[in-house]
């Protein structure tokens, strides 16, 4: 009881700092998450479309997931510096592989006779992509948003390691100095961000799941 009386005193006391992390926190998940959706969309478009490129695409983001996150990270500080820029693209990387296998699998999985139906009436490639496929392969694509965005906010706590600031920087201070009021204080907001994360879509992909039913 002592304890928590002493994490929120001090969460109190320090919450215009922790405010300011977490607002960094979700500015570094946005930009990830949105340059893995502007690149990974086309990247599962393409691999669905032309087969032979799919073994090549989804090895390589499967990889990408592969690479240990802070190795990751100490790599792309050698090209790209420290700072906010660095992370980002590190969360880029790390939230390409969900985003890139579930458009993939949710084009390669509508029903064949929709796509002939299309085809039929005298939809183009492109029609039958906007129109018809991409439509019907949302619920996979917020599935695998949902999952970037959990990770995302996960990778993101190692932030400050690069330079990045986020909620990272009160754990890894109170790891630091021994902390644990300094690490709950970091990891609590941080925990909870996922969690919304994963509700928030996870209530978005069940409504697009009922409105293709």
Request: charged share 10%; proline share 4%; net charge neutral.
């Amino acid at each position: 009881m002592e304890f928590i009386t002493k994490l929120g005193q001090y969460m109190l006391d320090n919450q215009a700092e922790l405010l300011a992390m977490t607002g960094t926190h979700i500015l570094l998940v946005i930009y990830g998450i949105a340059l893995a959706l502007v690149v990974g969309v086309p990247l599962g478009i393409v691999a669905a479309k032309f087969e032979k490129t799919a073994p090549f695409i989804l090895s390589l983001t499967n990889i990408l997931q592969l690479i240990p996150s802070l190795a990751m990270l100490a790599i792309l500080m050698l090209y790209l510096g420290l700072g906010f820029q660095t992370m980002v693209v590190g969360l880029f990387f790390y939230s390409l592989l969900p985003i890139v296998r579930n458009t993939y699998v949710g084009i390669k999985g509508v029903d064949e006779s929709i796509t002939e139906a299309g085809t039929g009436i005298g939809m183009t490639s492109m029609q039958l992509l906007g129109k018809v496929q991409l439509p019907l392969s949302f619920p996979f694509l917020m599935a695998g948003l949902r999952v970037a965005s959990v990770i995302a906010v996960a990778v993101a706590c190692i932030g400050p390691y690069i330079g990045a600031s986020g909620l990272g920087e009160e754990i890894i201070a109170g790891i630091s100095l021994q902390s644990d009021v300094k690490i709950y204080a970091g990891a609590i907001p941080a925990t909870l961000l996922a969690i919304i994360a994963d509700l928030i879509l996870g209530q978005m992909e069940k409504k697009t799941k009922a409105r293709l039913a």
